[in-house]
């Protein structure tokens, strides 16, 4: 080398490693933390529903998948239900829970069920919740769920 002259080398194997880990998230732990963030929104509105036949609460259902390194998950009320009502009576369908969620802030009670879904993904774990599942897959952390 000669006067005033620098050299510099760069491996970058290990940022192409890193790439490669991340263009695999989400990871199947980072797949099970967005499962239980969608878990507890769904048992947060099954306690809000409002409950008179039990018909609505158990229309609720959710589902998810993974498609293209895309979560997907949702939660649902109305149509077919998908146990059996408590107290009752049974009923085949429900066709009414856009209405009940709609009607908000009605008798001094709040109708709208998919409320405290929405705050836990807001709120949950300090950031939203699904924001912080995801920024632990991208940090590596392995660690409890």
Known sequence: MA????EFDVDISDVLDELDRLAELPSLTG???LE???????QATQQAV????GSLRASGRVSSYM???????EIEYGGNLV???V??????????????????LSGGR?????????????????QAGYVAAMLANLRGDGGDL
Do not use: C, S
């Not at 409002?50 to 036949?53: D, Q």
């Not at 498609?67 to 998950?73: A, F, L, P, T």
């Open 36 to 42: 239980a963030v969608l878990a507890e929104q769904f």
């Open 67 to 73: 498609r293209d390194h895309v979560w997907h998950g």
């Open 50 to 53: 409002h409950v008179i036949t």
């Open 3 to 6: 006067n005033g002259e620098w």
């Open 110 to 126: 709040n109708h709208d069920f998919m409320a405290p879904a929405a705050l836990i993904g807001e709120i949950a774990m300090g």
């Open 31 to 33: 797949q099970l933390r």
């Open 83 to 85: 146990r059996a009502a």
């Open 87 to 104: 107290p009752g009576p049974p009923r085949k369908r429900v066709n009414y829970a856009e209405y009940e969620q709609r009607r908000g």
